[in-house]
């Protein structure tokens, strides 16, 4: 029987959930590091093994993995420039907003009259 219980102890980094602790907080912080540094040299000595089975073997696993590296800076390039196209930068805001500003007559540029200005609100 499966029990629904989670229990979260704020700022201990423990997590009970279904009588079991999951210490959260710290494994995170660690695990994108381990693997940044542990997927390549992983990588480098599954091609040196795959080079003294046998050079066609490596020459192919080399391939593969260029391939995958390929597809994967594609879709990188293309996530990023869809993000480009619809966050307007910050050109752009701008002129918007001095377009705005010109375009209303309602508003007046109090630097051109000689009249003196009152901050309150």
Request: net charge positive.
């Amino acid at each position: 029987m499966l029990y629904a219980t989670t229990t979260v102890y704020r700022g201990s980094g423990v997590w009970v959930f279904e009588g079991r602790a999951v210490y959260a907080g710290w494994a995170v912080r660690i695990a994108k590091p381990l693997l940044l540094v542990s997927t390549p040299i992983g990588l480098v000595f599954g091609v040196m093994e795959a080079w003294r089975v046998g050079a066609w073997l490596g020459t192919l696993m080399v391939a593969l993995l260029s391939v995958l590296g390929g597809f994967s800076w594609l879709t990188v390039r293309r996530i990023r420039s869809e993000r480009e196209r619809e966050t307007p930068s910050e050109v752009q805001v701008l002129e918007e907003q001095t377009a705005v500003t010109r375009a209303s007559p309602a508003t007046k540029d109090p630097s051109s009259t000689n009249q003196p200005v009152s901050c309150k609100p």
